[in-house]
């Protein structure tokens, strides 16, 4: 059986880094819970719904973290827009091809 996370993704802005525990015990440290989730549930696929306000910056930056040049400079385009709420479909759809194969989710 699969499962598939879903989480949804919030507005812009000052994504500090957060301690969370879990039942078990077991603290994961993290900008984003739901990546945090996704790897303690072991979900096959992750759903992040957001919109062109969303923290989409965030998600790059956290998955840029020890990537090659190429994937950083995506988060690089992608701060200035995503903090004015001007995150075009197009950029969008950039995105997710680039997001997709690193998360190891099928769209």
Known sequence: MTHTL???LGKAGNYQSTAYQFPDGEIATTRY???ALRRKLQA???VMFGTSGSAWDVI???LAHGAPPKRKSLWKKLKPIVGDSNLLQQELQ???KKLLPRLRVAP
């Open 6 to 8: 879903i989480s949804f």
């Open 33 to 35: 819970f739901g990546l």
């Open 44 to 46: 096959d696929h992750l």
């Open 60 to 62: 790059c930056l956290i």
């Open 94 to 96: 950039r995105l997710i």
